[in-house]
């Protein structure tokens, strides 16, 4: 090691290493009469005893759920963890409503998938939040992840189709309207059931937006509901 000889039946070595890793140390007497244990070489044994030196904050952040919105108020929570040398101790996962100062820890995952228990937990329809993770080593270094911000909406929008009593010519032209206090219109589809039929997609692209036009083209005469 570089460092001097010490004398006696005890004593400490005070031992900086050069970088992170996993050190192995092992202690070599000589009695006065000039006799001294093995000293060891090569690149294998583990010595007397070792220690992880470990100066490096592991890494981490949220796999799920990504954002914008969650449709459950104990959506799926995930993350990744690494930590090259000590490994990782534990995940914990932590949420609050957007942009206060306060976090709320929902569970510890010790085992690599780390996945959250929401368990009490949960979100509040039409709230927004913050998530992260704080991850822990085996020496005790922390790293807090990026903040992952995500909308709870777990109610289904409303829409509502109007199309004309009678039609001489195709396409019907079939008016839409949609709404969503929460998280805004995706996409509107049109379903079309034929007196006697049933319900079908009626294979018009998706629209998008607050309200609309789908020109239908039926296949016969006869009465449709939109």
């Known amino acids: 090691s570089g460092l001097p000889a010490q004398s006696g039946e005890n004593g400490t070595f005070n031992y900086t290493p050069p970088a992170d890793g996993t050190y192995y140390f092992q202690t070599v007497a000589t009695d006065n009469a000039g006799n001294q244990e093995t000293v060891p070489s090569g690149d294998t044994g583990t010595g007397d005893d070792s220690t992880i030196y470990d100066t490096t904050d592991p890494t981490g952040s949220v796999t799920a759920p990504t954002g914008p919105y969650v449709d459950e108020t104990q959506p799926l929570f995930t993350a990744d963890a690494d930590d090259a040398t000590s490994g990782v101790a534990s995940v914990l996962f932590q949420y609050r409503v957007s942009g206060?100062?306060?976090?709320?820890?929902?569970?510890t995952d010790t085992t690599s998938p780390y996945e959250a228990v929401w368990g009490s937990e949960s979100l509040a329809d039409g709230q927004t939040y913050d998530l992260r993770v704080i991850v822990t080593d085996n020496v005790g270094n922390v790293y807090t992840s990026d903040v992952v911000t995500v909308t709870?909406?777990?109610i289904a929008p409303e829409s509502s189709a109007s199309s004309p009593d009678y039609d001489t010519e195709d396409p019907i032209a079939v008016d839409w309207t949609a709404s969503d206090s929460t998280s805004d219109i995706d996409e509107v589809l049109l379903y079309v059931r034929a007196e006697g039929g049933s319900w079908a997609n009626s294979?018009?692209?998706?629209?998008s937006g607050e309200n609309g036009t789908f020109n239908y083209t039926p296949p016969a005469d006869g009465t449709y509901y939109f």
């Open 152 to 154: 709870c909406d777990t």
């Open 203 to 207: 294979g018009l692209p998706a629209q």
């Open 100 to 107: 206060t100062g306060v976090y709320t820890d929902v569970s």
